[in-house]
């Protein structure tokens, strides 16, 4: 499989980042795991760790993008932690276009099938990623020339798939990344060829052939400026045609430096105010260097670039986790806030080994984004977050 990868997904944007006060620890059980913190977790294995899912039981699911190995239980250990942790997944690729539909008219259900089988078994729904979307798609598709042909496709992609998994899965990302950052649809091969129309088209099929899944918009940057506004229309276009759209999910691909939280909070109250859910669906937080801004005349640099670019090679410093953790802490503090508008909060990966922040924007890197590192083991990071639910009162 070739994977593609959005090409101007900006994660790294500079914003003042407005910091909110920490709060004593309610518990002493809770203080005592902080106290300890990641000593806590390798003293005593998986087995005794808090629990994100059960910490955040009564607000919303926490859920992890999961890849075909973690499906198929190679590692026991990886297995026990997800087992534990999530009560939510995302498939990261196998439900995408290019896997599940590979050929005109040839399907293959075999990974996506195991997906819900998996999800059963350890009892976590599934959020389906997704039905249409410009990349991860089979080649054929960008050779369809005509509107009748691509229509076609389309229309049995909607409606084959969602029909298969109603009822199997929770929900479906229906369509993902239509936006320009300026708020006017991203000229994908659906929007050239059908016209702007395709995406409350895409929800009427969904709905249609998933009466029990809930529908989602999924997308990045949208809880900022004309991308926002962008989606705001975008919501209130297929609620206009009365078709359904359940919930909206941001992405939350940010900078552990620079998080953009009084967007996110405003994005929160008027997302929420058109009627749908919230959701934050593939949240990572990078501590690497962004490459956006790149000079490129500085060609003849290429290998202190690289080094540059990719600082943390043998560990993360201490103050880098510090900020990670911090970062994550005042997020959730904020998804407490709003929790009765959230439903959703899917991490993109469950350990750093995982995450496709080592290999993008800029192949080959090592990043840190996750709350388990590439052992499985927990970090500072998961114990805030553990901590934020305890300070709340909601356990
Ligand atoms: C990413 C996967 O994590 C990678 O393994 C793959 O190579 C490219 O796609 N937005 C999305 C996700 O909606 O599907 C993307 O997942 C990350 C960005």
Redesign the pocket.
């Known amino acids: 499989m070739s994977?593609?990868?959005?090409k101007s997904?900006p994660l790294l944007i500079p914003k003042p980042m407005s910091l909110l006060v920490p709060k004593a620890i309610g518990t002493f059980i809770l203080a005592a795991v902080l106290v300890t913190g990641p000593a806590f977790g390798q003293q005593t294995g998986t087995a005794s760790l808090p629990s994100l899912k059960s910490a955040y039981r009564n607000d919303f699911l926490i859920g992890a993008?999961l890849n075909m190995r973690q499906i198929d239980e190679k590692d026991p250990a990886a297995t026990a932690l997800i087992a534990q942790q999530f009560n939510a997944l995302t498939p990261?690729?196998s439900m995408?276009a290019a896997i599940i539909h590979p050929g005109w008219d040839r399907y293959n259900f075999d990974d996506a099938d195991r997906i819900v089988q998996f999800a059963e078994k350890y009892h976590l729904k599934v959020n389906a990623?997704?039905l249409i979307w410009h990349s991860?798609l089979p080649p054929f598709v960008s050779h369809i020339q005509d509107a009748d042909s691509l229509r076609h496709f389309f229309t049995d992609h909607i409606t084959t798939i969602a029909a298969r998994y109603d009822g199997k899965v929770y929900s479906w990302d229906v369509v993902?990344?239509a936006l320009n950052e300026d708020g006017t649809l991203r000229k994908s091969i659906y929007q050239q060829r059908l016209g702007d129309d395709y995406i409350v088209e895409a929800f009427r099929l969904a709905q249609k052939a998933a009466p029990h899944t809930l529908l989602y918009y999924?997308d990045?940057n949208i809880e900022h400026g004309k991308k926002r506004e962008g989606a705001i229309a975008l919501i209130k276009k297929i609620q206009a045609a009365g078709v359904r759209i359940d919930g909206v999910g941001i992405?939350g691909?940010w900078s552990a430096a620079h998080i953009p939280l009084e967007d996110i909070e405003n994005s929160i109250r008027e997302f929420s105010a058109l009627g749908v859910k919230v959701m934050f669906t593939?949240l990572d937080l990078s501590v690497l260097p962004s490459p956006w801004n790149r000079n490129t005349a500085d060609v003849g640099q290429q290998a202190a670039y690289a080094d540059k670019m990719n600082p943390y090679v043998n560990g993360l410093p201490d103050s880098v986790s510090a900020q990670l953790a911090k970062g994550y802490e005042d997020l959730f503090r904020l998804f407490m806030k709003y929790k009765e508008k959230i439903s959703r909060v899917t991490f993109?990966g469950v350990d750093d080994g995982q995450s496709?922040l080592n290999g993008f924007p800029i192949r080959g890197r090592t990043n840190y984004p996750l709350l388990f590192d590439r052992q499985l083991k927990p970090k500072a990071a998961f114990y805030k977050v553990i901590a934020v639910a305890g300070e709340t009162g909601t356990r």
């Open positions: 994977l593609l990868v959005p997904m993008a990261e690729n995408k990623h997704n991860q993902n990344e999924n990045y992405q691909h593939e993109w496709w």
